[in-house]
């Protein structure tokens, strides 16, 4: 397939949906701490920074998208338990391969960061320095 030509860009496309959530700051995180059952709490402990709505509305979506599924435990507590399906599974092979990319890379990346931020510095100052002079 011609990527120039993939439905993929088209803004109609079903897909950008699916990647948007896949893509999202908190849904990998969370279909990667869902590699055994886990209740609500447990994934929230797991995620350091995710707010309980958040969570609640990532869990939605993967749910809807037929990646986890929601099992209402009746015991002494009531309590919901949330895994992946199937279709949840199928992401642990891209979502590795993802998490190792990112660890072999993190260190260039932080450099390339690092870099970027000092030039960008040198660019704001130069550009104060020169909005100073003109309002002179």
Request: charged fraction near 25%; hydrophobic fraction near 35%; include cysteine.
């Amino acid at each position: 397939m011609n990527p120039d030509h993939d439905p993929i860009y088209r803004a109609d496309c079903p897909s950008r949906t699916i990647l948007d959530q896949i893509a999202d700051k908190w849904s990998m995180l969370v279909l990667m701490v869902l590699h055994e059952p886990r209740r609500f709490n447990a994934i929230k402990r797991h995620l350091d920074g995710i707010t309980q709505r958040v969570l609640t509305q990532t869990l939605r979506k993967l749910e809807r998208n037929g990646m986890v599924t929601r099992t209402v435990i009746d015991g002494k507590t009531l309590g919901v338990e949330y895994a992946l399906t199937p279709l949840g599974q199928s992401l642990k092979l891209p979502f590795n391969a993802l998490y190792d990319w990112t660890v072999e890379n993190m260190d260039t990346i932080q450099v390339c960061q690092s870099r970027y931020d000092q030039s960008d510095d040198v660019i704001r100052t130069a550009t104060t320095q020169q909005s100073d002079i003109t309002l002179k």
